[in-house]
Every structure is written in structure tokens, then in C-alpha cells.
């Protein structure tokens, strides 16, 4: 097969199982692809406190990103084969710090945002929990 029928059927999968997944929402695969990722904003918090969780979040994953790498080089040193495979190498000199990147500058902008706010304003005050239709439906079933 070419590569664009590669691509085309491995497209047409991931949709297709992004469909099945969201005819069965309340389904443990369907829960754990779809869950909310992040910290989630507390009653009576402030818009610069809670940034600074998103960011403390992001620098997290820098952290994980930092820690695979390591291991990524302990295994390279450790196994002369590994590090001579194409798929190793790009997942540690490419995949890896790529993702640490990204979180970084996620976290960098989030922490600006958080001194925007606390210095500049708005800094609003969190009214409420953020619930979801799906998480309610999951709990008023829970309690039938």
C-alpha cells in the first residue's frame, strides 16, 4: 500500500474510534480518553492562584519529560543496540524534548498570566466548582 492509503486508514481508525467512543460515554475507555486534564478550579479561588496550579502542572510534565530523557540516556548507555535504533533515538533526542518544550512554554505563559492578574487585574474570584453534564448524569445514576 502507498503511504497516503497508510494514512487515510489510519485516520478513518482514529475516528472511528473517537465515534464508538463517544456512542458509549459512560464507559471506562470513554471516561479515561475524554476526562479533563488539569487542575480544576476551587470555590473561592483566585484567577492568579489558580493560573499558578496550571503552572505548577506544566512544569510537572517538564519534570516527567526531564526524567524520561534520563532514563531514555540510562538505557542508551546501559544497551549499545538500543541506542543505535532509529525509533529510540528519535523518541529520545526529538519526541522527548519536544514535549518539554511545549510544556515549558506553557508554563512560562501561564505564570505570566498568574502576574498579570495578581498585578495587573482582573484577579476574579472562582464562584463555584465547574461540574460537567457527563460527571452530574455519572453521579445521579451513582445514587439511584
Do not use: N
Not at 2 to 14: D, G, I, K, Q, Y
Not at 16 to 21: E, H, K
Not at 76 to 99: D, E, I, S
Request: charged letters at 15%; hydrophobic letters at 60%; one cysteine or more.
Amino acid at each position: 500500500m502507498s503511504f497516503l492509503t497508510h494514512a487515510v486508514v489510519f485516520w478513518m481508525v482514529v475516528i472511528g474510534a473517537i465515534a464508538l467512543l463517544r456512542l458509549f460515554p459512560d464507559s471506562l475507555p470513554s471516561r479515561l480518553v475524554f476526562a479533563e486534564q488539569g487542575p480544576a478550579p476551587r470555590r473561592g479561588d483566585r484567577r492568579s492562584r489558580y493560573l499558578l496550579r496550571w503552572a505548577a502542572y506544566w512544569w510537572s510534565w517538564v519534570a516527567q519529560c526531564a526524567l524520561v530523557f534520563a532514563g531514555c540516556w540510562l538505557a542508551a548507555t546501559q544497551v549499545p543496540a538500543l541506542a543505535g535504533a532509529l525509533w529510540f533515538l528519535v523518541l529520545w533526542l526529538v519526541v522527548v524534548p519536544v514535549l518539554a518544550a511545549i510544556a515549558a512554554l506553557a508554563g512560562i505563559v501561564v505564570l505570566v498570566a498568574s502576574a498579570k492578574a495578581a498585578l495587573i487585574g482582573p484577579d476574579a474570584v472562582h464562584a463555584g466548582i465547574v461540574e460537567s453534564d457527563a460527571s452530574e448524569r455519572f453521579l445521579e445514576r451513582r445514587q439511584r
